[in-house]
């Protein structure tokens, strides 16, 4: 009986096994196959492994030179004991001048690389040249490393004018420009430098520019006449634009000094000219700041902003050379007839260009030479005459010539030393190029100008 009880139990344990398995088996044919297992999601950061941690520099590097006044940020890498990115470390740069001087701690941030940068920084003025020192500290959790390096810093050209010449001046740098010495002519006594830069655009390009002449000694600025002969005279050309006037004179006070703010014309309207001039009795020299600034930035003085921070510093015992010697020239002539910008239409009457002598007789191999350019398309065109006289009419074939009817034209003295293809004389200055004057040649409304190809401002 109890056998057979058993074998029953046995018999229909496995009957229900059987439908339990064809349920089974029926549900699955309903149901949507099973798809992969998902992957298991990164970890956003990692855990270093036990050790120390290392930081790599990237920027700046012993083969980064850098100079005072630049800006930059110091980036580099963590990597733990395995030689994994560690993303999650704190961490702190140090810079240091070449003496251990320490001169900023600038903490960092990382990125989703697993980079590290610092804030921008901006290198000082007035430190030691050379090799400049990094640290860096870094924790996470219970690791911690130091890191060490080094970058080269260069002067500035503020602190090499300073040490050539004796007076400061902030690179002139408005709108991004990046500015490069482009004269540098003098000593440390009587000198000359222009410092500038563009941005590149089509037509009108963006310019900042600073010019500083400085002579010594004292030339008595107690007047407007004194002033402009001082600028025209002693100082010469104003070399970063063509300039067609200057004017008004105005007194004005500049840093702690008694000045005298110049007003001028540069070749076309956007060119806008300025100058500060100043007598600096502390180096005994008078000074001239000339600013250009073509498109600048809206709401402040660009003039201002270029030479505010200009000083001059009794205490250096400034001997420079500049790679070139000034030139010991003649003033320009002065520019008599007709007045700037003067209007002549067709060619009834001639055109006659005034000047006042430099000399009550030239020299046989002496001669004025008159430098005419004209503009059309994107080219300039310049034409050289010479004559000995104080006068040149313009000849009637520049108005039949492709032009836009503006004629610029300069005098400068000069002595022979050859002859052109043209057989016309060529030689060298013997003064400064006169200011830069125009006239305008037009054709009569009946006989309308054909040529039309001038995109540019004339004046």
């Known amino acids: 009986m109890r056998e057979s009880l058993r074998a029953h139990v046995r018999h229909s344990l496995s009957r229900a096994g059987r439908v339990c398995l064809a349920a089974a088996v029926l549900l699955a044919g309903c149901s949507p196959a099973p798809g992969p297992s998902p992957s298991p999601v990164a970890a956003t950061t990692s855990t270093p492994a036990a050790g120390p941690l290392e930081v790599v520099f990237l920027y700046p590097t012993p083969d980064t030179e850098v100079e005072m006044g630049q800006t ?50 901006t290198l000082p003025h007035h430190q030691q ?37 004796g007076f400061w001046l902030e690179a002139p740098s408005l709108r991004g420009i990046v500015p490069t010495i482009t004269a540098e002519r003098g000593d440390a006594q009587d000198g000359l430098v222009r410092w500038g830069g563009s941005l590149p655009a089509q037509h009108i390009l963006p310019t900042v520019s600073v010019e500083i002449y400085w002579r010594q000694g004292n030339f008595h600025l107690d007047s407007p006449e004194a002033v402009r002969r001082f600028m025209l005279e002693d100082l010469g050309q104003l070399g970063f634009t063509p300039v067609r006037a200057l004017g008004p004179f105005e007194p004005a006070r500049f840093q702690h000094w008694d000045a005298w703010r110049v007003g ?23 000074y001239s700041l000339g600013t250009l600034v073509v498109q600048p930035p809206q709401g402040i003085d660009p003039h201002a902003a270029l030479r505010d921070s200009f000083q001059v510093d009794a205490t250096v015992q400034a001997q420079g050379v500049a790679p070139e010697p000034l030139p010991q020239l ?130």
């Not at 001087?101 to 920084?121: C, F, N």
């Not at 540069?266 to 009795?281: L, N, R, S, T």
């Not at 046989?364 to 050289?384: C, G, H, K, P």
Request: glycine content about 8%; overall charge negative; proline content about 8%.
């Open 129 to 165: 040249a050379g090799l400049w020192r990094l640290t860096a500290e870094a924790q996470a959790g219970p690791s911690a490393g130091r890191g060490v390096g080094s970058f080269p810093v260069r002067n500035s050209t503020s602190e090499t004018l300073l040490q050539r010449y």
């Open 330 to 459: 003649l003033p320009g002539p002065e520019l008599l007839a007709p007045p700037l910008g003067e209007r002549f239409t067709g060619t009834a009457q001639p055109i006659l260009l005034e000047w006042a002598p430099l000399k009550a007789a030239l020299a046989a191999d002496e001669y004025y030479e008159v430098a005419v350019d004209y503009n059309l398309v994107e080219a300039n065109t310049v034409v050289r005459y010479a004559t000995r006289e104080t006068s040149f009419r313009l000849p009637l074939d520049l108005y039949e010539t492709p032009n836009c009817e503006v004629f610029n034209w300069r005098v400068t003295l000069k002595r022979q030393t050859g002859v052109d293809a043209r057989g016309e004389p060529v030689g060298e200055a013997l003064s400064y190029a006169s200011l830069y004057a125009y006239v305008q040649w037009l054709h009569p409304l009946d006989d309308p100008q054909p040529f039309v190809h001038c995109p540019n401002e004339q004046f």
């Open 72 to 121: 930059i940020r110091v980036i580099a890498q963590v990597k733990d004991a395995r030689g994994e990115p560690v993303t999650d470390a704190g961490l702190t740069f140090g810079v240091a001048d070449p003496g251990g001087q320490p001169l900023v701690a600038l903490p960092a941030t990382v990125d989703a690389q697993g980079t590290y940068r610092s804030e921008r920084w």
């Open 264 to 286: 001028g014309r540069g070749q076309v309207k956007q060119d806008q000219v300025e100058w500060m001039v100043f007598y600096a009795p502390e180096v005994d020299k008078t």
